[in-house]
Nanobody, 121 residues
């Protein structure tokens, strides 16, 4: 059973930084795209950043230049370094990975449990 576990959320002041981590475990053959989404109460989940297996990155315009996504394939981990945080960054952040199962070979998308990021003004 594949599981993603997130950590690193918390409360910071505007202008501060946080680093989110997401570790995958289970029967994993390979991991393709890794990414981060976020969702504020009453809002749709929105894309924050993605990173391919070849380390090509993509960012939402609202975070470009402030956030950095990276991955450690040996640790099956995706990170999101968040700098110059703003109150509008406040949301629950979810990691996601496209994973090929060791048994089925089918690619499935998995989600972490979410971690709260709160930026105070």
């Amino acid at each position: 059973q594949v599981q993603l576990v997130e950590s690193g959320g918390g409360l910071v002041q505007a202008g501060g930084s946080l680093r989110l981590s997401c570790v995958a475990s289970g029967s994993i053959f390979s991991i393709n795209v890794m990414g981060w989404y976020r969702q504020a109460p009453g809002q749709h989940r929105e894309l924050v950043a993605t990173i391919t297996s070849g380390s090509t990155t993509n960012y939402a315009g609202s975070v470009k230049g402030r956030f950095t996504i990276s991955r450690d394939n040996a640790k099956k981990t995706v990170y999101l370094q968040m700098n110059s945080l703003k109150p509008e960054d406040t949301a629950v952040y979810y990691c996601t990975m496209t994973i090929r199962d060791s048994y089925s070979y089918a690619a499935n998308n998995y989600w972490g449990q979410g971690t709260q990021v709160t930026v105070s003004s």
